[in-house]
């Protein structure tokens, strides 16, 4: 038998003891929502390994449609909504940065677009980072050639194609997507996708008279050449 007094701090001590277990239970509740709400944010930054370049993670959305609706709506409305970010690309799938690896990935990976009854016409765009062992040759020559066995009805177009893959090598990883509009948007360019017609005509005019002047003074110099070269034979 307890006596009164010992009886009471019994009580007390286990009613400390449900305050204390109570507390962590909710300091552990409280840690799997932190770590939950983490998991499902919508928007994660991933290091990339790779100067400049910027991984933004994304949950429950499809990288294609929403960067071509941020390009559309730019392109649209001419207005800059960025000073920082030169180009946005979307990856939709990553495998390792060597050729039977990404063969044998995009085999698969193409198929939404291209296997029969699908087909498009399309172009490959290839950048490399960090990277000296792959061959952009060998890599579009091998990636066409599968977009090919897909269905022979894929054909190449470097003017205007409606699929754009985009082949990005950082170091060992290869990353990669299937875009529309990538002539529309100017190479997903943020910075150039804003400007109006009439600016670019007005660029690409200053661009070919800059050309047309380095012509001019290339053959100028080719000229003097030929009248030295006619005096000296003249002096002897």
Request: glycine share 4%.
């Amino acid at each position: 038998k307890f006596s009164d007094h010992e009886e009471r701090l019994s009580g007390s001590d286990r009613e400390e003891d449900e305050d204390d277990v109570e507390a962590a239970l909710k300091k552990e509740v409280g840690q799997i929502r932190a770590s939950t709400e983490q998991k499902l944010r919508r928007f994660q930054s991933v290091e990339s390994g790779a100067n400049n370049v910027v991984f933004i993670r994304t949950q429950g959305i499809e990288p294609e449609n929403l960067v071509h609706h941020i390009l559309k709506d730019m392109h649209t409305t001419k207005k800059k909504k960025t000073r920082v970010i030169l180009r946005m690309l979307p990856i939709s799938g990553t495998c390792k940065a060597f050729m039977e690896d990404m063969k044998k990935y995009t085999e698969t990976f193409f198929e939404p677009w291209f296997k029969a009854p699908n087909k498009g016409t399309f172009q490959i765009v290839y950048k490399a980072r960090n990277n000296s062992h792959m061959s952009r040759e060998e890599v579009i020559k091998e990636l066409a050639g599968i977009v090919g066995s897909l269905n022979p009805e894929n054909k190449v177009d470097l003017n205007n194609p409606q699929y754009t893959i985009v082949v990005e090598i950082i170091k060992t990883v290869c990353c990669l997507s299937v875009v529309r509009d990538y002539v529309l948007f100017r190479k997903y360019n943020l910075q150039k996708v804003v400007k109006s017609s009439k600016e670019d005509a007005q660029q690409n005019a200053a661009s070919l008279t800059e050309e047309q002047n380095s012509e001019v003074v290339k053959t100028e110099t080719e000229e003097e050449k030929k009248s030295s070269k006619e005096v000296k034979e003249e002096n002897k």
